[in-house]
Each structure stands twice: as C-alpha cells, then as structure tokens.
C-alpha cells in the first residue's frame, strides 16, 4: 500500500496563492490515480482534483479555473496549485492515492483569511 505525506498548507489572504505537495512510497506510484479532498467546517469531505494515471485531471466545479493539479511520477510527487483562494476555501486538504483502495494522507490545515 501507499504512504502519502502531504505538506505546503498555511494561512494566506484571500486572493493569494498557495501550493500543496504530496510524497508518495511505498507502492508503484504510477498505478495510482492521486488528487485531493478537503474538509471544510461546514461540509462533508469534497473532492477536489484527481491526476490519474492515464493522464486525465480533473476538478470540482467550486475550484475549476482556480486551482491546478499536477503529478510527476519520477518523484512519486503530485501538487496542487491553488490560486484566487477565496475564505470558503478554507479546511483541510488530503491527499489521497486509489488503486485497487484508497489511502489518504494525514491532511494539511489550508486558512484563507478575508
């Protein structure tokens, strides 16, 4: 299985950028479809963008526009770009890895302030 570690998370005014990264071991990254949740305070855990591992990205229309999701697999890495971050952006992120199952970072607190 997949260890996932996410980091890059922090407090950034509202219309600034801020970026995610997540390393993955363990397992054979490229098998992987990888993206990224949050969890807000007033919602259920959202999906956010997927890299998967045929080359689609994809996104949640809250974010579509904003944010960019990228992998590298020589680094078992992917990131997230996120740009225009608005207060409702606010929660946590996690990272999570799906193949076969899926796994899921220990999350990173992202705070945008108004």
């Known amino acids: 299985q997949v260890q996932l570690v996410e980091s890059g998370g922090g407090l950034v005014q509202a219309g600034g950028p801020l970026r995610l990264s997540c390393v993955a071991s363990g397992d054979i990254f490229t098998n992987y479809d990888m993206g990224w949740y949050r969890q807000t305070l007033n919602k259920q855990r959202e999906w956010v963008a997927t890299?998967?591992?045929?080359?689609?990205?994809i996104y949640g229309d809250s974010v579509k526009g904003r944010f960019t999701i990228s992998r590298d697999n020589a680094k078992s890495t992917i990131s997230l770009q996120m740009n225009s971050l608005k207060p409702e952006d606010t929660g946590v992120y996690y990272c999570y890895g799906h193949w076969r199952s899926r796994f899921w970072g220990q999350g990173t607190q992202v705070t945008v302030s108004s």
């Open positions: 890299a998967s591992s045929g080359g689609l990205r």
